[in-house]
């Protein structure tokens, strides 16, 4: 059974910065590529970024392009999400997810492993 601990999370002000960490219980995390999705209240969860299994290819929401950069150390097994000029807007329930189809995935539906989330929140 995969298992998927993200860390990092808490409170920054406007224009700050913050690291989401994901640790997946996994004999090799070089099997899976992963994703960062988020959720802010009242709103459906949606794409963040993603990488895939080698760390050489990696997808952005343009929401965050430029801001966030998603990262994998696969001896550590371990991904990661560096947050950048967090504006308010970014503030939401992080989640780490992990699948093992090929090619990166944006959509939810194809995200297999999901950990439980962390929280962001940004003040202005």
């Known amino acids: 059974q995969v298992q998927l601990v993200e860390s990092g999370g808490g409170l920054v002000q406007a224009g700050g910065s913050l690291r989401l960490s994901c640790v997946a219980s996994v004999p090799s995390l070089g099997f899976f590529n992963m994703g960062w999705f988020r959720q802010a209240p009242g709103k459906e969860r949606e794409f963040v970024a993603a990488?895939?299994?080698?760390?050489?290819?990696?997808v952005y929401a343009d929401s965050v392009k430029g801001r966030f950069t998603i990262s994998r150390d696969n001896a550590r097994k371990t991904g990661y999400l560096q947050m950048n000029s967090l504006k308010p807007e970014d503030t939401a329930f992080y989640y780490c997810?992990?699948?093992?189809?090929?090619?990166?995935?944006?959509?939810?539906?194809?995200?297999?492993?999901w950990g439980q989330g962390t929280q962001v929140t940004v003040s202005s």
């Open positions: 990488i895939n299994w080698s760390g050489g290819s990696t």
């Open positions: 997810a992990a699948h093992r189809y090929r090619d990166i995935q944006t959509t939810e539906g194809q995200y297999a492993y």
